[in-house]
Structures are given as structure tokens and as C-alpha cells.
């Protein structure tokens, strides 16, 4: 069990549902991340948090809209997805990455878009 | 973005033998490098990180690194069955919050 936690495993979606993936991270950290990982591509960065404030937004489509309330929980609202949206999205913590210190995952959430 | 380039592979190695991934990064500032570890169907785990150029050693694993070549390898001794996954290279860039990843090497260890 790792100390980074996503809701849900696995999610299954209409084109025209509006969901969202949940994240909570147990280790004190003040940064957190969503990543997608597609089938043969790297895994994609889409934002990142510092202290809740976010500092990057990798040009990620408005359909895909992320919150974070406090430093320990993330969340991705999803809404009129593409069947191009499925993907393992993963989230992600660490402490400041300019000391030398690196990213723990969570387990990730599978989602399909039908 | 920076690139972080890995050999897809896949990578077949008999069980006993050494497995060798090797991984090659764009910016030459960039100072902190990792190797993760993917089972299939599961997230990505830590298994070395490495800062300095030269060889890291633990327990079965060697990291090794020539910031000169910008270049980072990670060799598996005694490879087992269980060693069988997709190895993601990833590195800090220069002045960035975030880890840049390759697309990984399939890595399959032959009983």
C-alpha cells in the first residue's frame, strides 16, 4: 500500500457524464501531480500543485479541469470526454524536487470513455 | 519539453543473467535521474536514484551515470523472473518541479 491513494480504480464514462478521479496523499508532502499514461507513449504530465496553488498546466484540454483544496488531496473533474481521454491517470506527491527528493505514485485510475 | 530517450525494447534476458537498460536525456543540467519500476497494470515504484556521476550500487542493482555522455543505465545482476516489467527512466531538468520520463523498456526475464 502506497501512501498516495486514488478513487476510483477504475471508471468507466460516457462521452456526455461529467465524473471525477479523487487523490489523497498521506505523507506530508506539499507538492501533487496528475500524470496520464497512455499505451507506448512517456507518461504526460498534466498539472501540478505546490502548497494548493498550481504552477503548471501543461496545455492539458478544458475538458479535464483539476482542484486542490489543501496540500493532501487533489481531484480531476472530467467532463464531455473523448475515447481518446482513456488512459491510466495517475497522481502523484513529493516534497520539493529541487532538493533532491523524488515522486511517489499512486496506483492509479483506469479510465475508460465509451 | 526536454527529452528522455529509453530503447522500447522489449529487453529478453535468461533467468541469472545481467540485464542492462540504458537511457539518454536532453539537458545538460539536469541533475537528478531515477529509475522507476511498472508492473503491468500497476503504478510506477522507485527502485534507484542516482545524483553523482559513477556507479550506485544496491543490492542487485547498479545505477550508473556519465553526465558528460548524458547518459544513465540501470544493470540488474542475477536477473529473476520477478525482474520482469517496464523500467521508466526519469530525470529533474534544469531549474524544474517535475520528473520528465522515457517511454520505458519492457524487460523480460526467461525462467
Known amino acids: 500500500e502506497t501512501g498516495v491513494t486514488q478513487t476510483p480504480r477504475h471508471l468507466v464514462m460516457g462521452m456526455t457524464n461529467k465524473k471525477s478521479l479523487k487523490c489523497e496523499q498521506h505523507l506530508g508532502h506539499n507538492a501533487m501531480y496528475w500524470y496520464k499514461q497512455s499505451a507506448k507513449k512517456p507518461l504526460e504530465l498534466m498539472f501540478v500543485y505546490n502548497f494548493k496553488e498550481q504552477t503548471e498546466n501543461n496545455s492539458v484540454p478544458s475538458r479535464f479541469s483539476p482542484e486542490c483544496p489543501n496540500s493532501s488531496h487533489l481531484f480531476l473533474h472530467l467532463h464531455t470526454l473523448q475515447p481518446e481521454d482513456s488512459a491510466l491517470y495517475l497522481c502523484a506527491s513529493s516534497q520539493d524536487l529541487t532538493e533532491g527528493n523524488t515522486i511517489y505514485f499512486g496506483e492509479g485510475s483506469w479510465l475508460t470513455v465509451v | 519539453q526536454k527529452e528522455v530517450e529509453q530503447n522500447s525494447g522489449p529487453l529478453s534476458v535468461p533467468e541469472g543473467a545481467i540485464a542492462s537498460l540504458n537511457c539518454t536525456y536532453s539537458d545538460r543540467g539536469s541533475q537528478s535521474f531515477f529509475w522507476y519500476r511498472q508492473y503491468s497494470g500497476k503504478s510506477p515504484e522507485l527502485i534507484m536514484f542516482?545524483?553523482?556521476?559513477g556507479d550506485k550500487e544496491d543490492g542487485r542493482f547498479t545505477a550508473q551515470l556519465n553526465k558528460a555522455s548524458q547518459y544513465v543505465s540501470l544493470l540488474i545482476r542475477d536477473s529473476q523472473p520477478s525482474d520482469s516489467a517496464t523500467y521508466l527512466c526519469a530525470v529533474i531538468e534544469t531549474g524544474a518541479n517535475n520528473l520528465f520520463f522515457g517511454t520505458g523498456t519492457r524487460l523480460t526475464v526467461i525462467p
Open positions: 542516482i545524483y553523482s556521476n
